[in-house]
């Protein structure tokens, strides 16, 4: 696709619940990451794929969160058991390959809003 | 590890004035500096970065950058702001070395008044 794609866009739901927030990168982009936004906050590293092998999940908070991209291309943040604190905009952002050099494309964000 | 420090949260600027928003990093190793915009209601968007070659780099509505590895800062200046430059700012930072995350600032709200 010509950008970062993200659905939903918004997500409301109940503490406790689960929820699955996907991310559709730019067409043979192999690096893909999410970040996590908090209101007046900096965006937060969570994970970095390498096509289709997680390369780096060191910001992944705890063990309620996890992500997959079989394919290589769509991914998919799952988050178990939400609670109030995990409400924040998740970014996704693609890039034609891993590595610091590489400018980062952001989709729009996924608001998750937990009650 | 890469850490980075914007020193102010909100800066506010009338119209036609230069603004200049601070960054600065902590870094073990040689890193690659990057500021990213985000405009209201919009994503995250690419302003301008600095890879290697002169420290001074441009973006192409008017900010410039300049890497001064003495002091580990990254300052975004622009002599004429613009009441379409309102938006969030934010500095990040990465090593060189491998395929390493991109470690973002807290942001810097810029406001413009006419």
């Known amino acids: 696709g010509a950008g970062v794609s993200q659905t939903p866009s918004n997500k409301v739901t109940e503490k406790g619940k689960y929820v699955e927030l996907r991310c559709d990168p730019i067409s043979g982009h192999t690096a893909l990451y999410w970040y996590r936004q908090s209101l007046g906050q900096g965006p937060e590293f969570l994970i970095y794929f390498q096509g289709t092998g997680a390369a780096d999940d060191s910001g992944l908070p705890n063990d309620r969160f996890f992500a997959v991209r079989p394919e290589g291309s769509v991914s998919t943040l799952k988050i178990q058991r939400t609670e109030r604190g995990d409400s924040a905009v998740y970014l996704c952002?693609?890039?034609?390959?891993?590595?610091?050099?590489?400018?980062?494309?952001f989709g729009a964000g996924s608001r998750l809003t937990v009650l | 590890a890469q850490s980075v420090t914007q020193l102010d949260s909100q800066v506010p600027v009338f119209e036609e004035a230069p603004v200049e928003l601070r960054c600065n990093y902590s870094?073990?190793?040689?890193?690659?500096l990057f500021w990213y915009v985000q405009y209201p209601n919009q994503g995250l968007q690419l302003l301008l970065k600095y890879l290697s070659g002169s420290t001074l780099v441009e973006s192409i509505n008017g900010f410039e950058a300049e890497f001064n590895k003495s002091q580990t800062s990254f300052h975004l200046r622009k002599p004429s702001v613009h009441i379409s430059d309102t938006a969030e700012y934010f500095c990040a930072v990465t090593g060189i070395q491998g395929a390493q995350k991109l470690v973002f600032g807290q942001g810097t709200r810029l406001t413009i008044n006419p």
């Open positions: 952002a693609s890039s034609q390959q891993g590595g610091g050099a590489n400018v980062l494309t």
């Open positions: 870094s073990s190793v040689s890193v690659y």
